[in-house]
């Protein structure tokens, strides 16, 4: 307690009180289900399913097995495709909504898609993309092919609806760090001699690289644990490190199924430690180079005198 002006009235410091309900929601729904996969992930199961407190390494020595490392490596490199594309495809729609008058109805347009059911999304997609689908349908009818693509039951089919789920997780960060980035810095830019290219890549992302990586994480990251997407419009033979997961919970082998969790835990986070850390030094090799110019503008590389 301290008193405040003299007055003789009692502040108390409230944020520990404040803080105590979020941290116990926390700790209750977030930690110590972290912890109970942990622990499982180093204990056996019984041949009916049960878990049996022993000990052991056995869900570890599997995850180096070959057919669960293709697994793994096809899972890394469909979500990356997957998070590239939809990065791509979410950078200008945030830049347009940034400048756009329009932002609030763009806003909605982008959230609506969140307002249909996951599971009738997808087989909307499948109604688009099967042989006797609409996108096949026209092309045919057009005499631009002759015979129906192969659209679906393989990866294009999957990483075209990976990319279409994810799209609103990108462009929402994207435009939010773009809405306060002053865009006559571009016009600065170009007045300096910078091209149109230069101007996007030297001034605006770097200025919204944090949005960027936010982007990422919330593409990224879920891809690496999806699994409808794969079961629905894939194959066996594309199987992803999600459908494994699911897959062993329903032999009831928790340990392996934790196993795989926890890997792809340690995996995030060392990612997100490390771009996290490459943003910190990049935000801090831009601080230098403003100070030791002493913050005075050049022409860009090339500009004409």
Known sequence: MKLIGGQGLLKRNYGLMYASPIALWFTIFFVVPLCIILVVSF?????????????????????????LGLVAFRTLWVAALSTLITIILAMPCGYFMARSKYKTLLLILIIIPFWTNFIIRIFAWKRLLDANGLINQLLLWAHIIKNPLPLMR????VIMINVYTYLPYAILP??????????????????LGATKGQS??????????????TAVFFTFIPLLGSFVVQQLAGDKNMYMLGNVITDRIKNRN????????????????VGI????????K????????????????????????
């Open 43 to 67: 204990l056996r199961s019984s041949s009916d399913g049960s878990i049996l407190f022993k000990p052991n390494l056995d869900a570890y020595r599997s995850l180096f097995r070959p057919e």
């Open 154 to 157: 393989n990866y294009v089919s």
């Open 174 to 191: 994207l435009y939010s760090s773009m809405e306060k980035f002053d865009f006559t810095l571009l016009e600065a830019a170009r007045d």
């Open 200 to 213: 996007i890549t030297r001034v605006l992302m770097p200025n919204v690289r944090g949005g960027i990586i």
């Open 254 to 269: 928790l340990p392996l199924s934790s196993a795989i969790s926890v890997f792809i835990m340690i995996f995030t986070t």
């Open 273 to 280: 430690y490390f771009l996290l850390r490459s943003n910190k």
């Open 282 to 305: 990049a935000a801090s090799r831009v601080r230098e180079s403003l100070a030791d110019q002493d913050v005075k503008l050049k022409p860009f590389k090339g500009a004409k005198s």
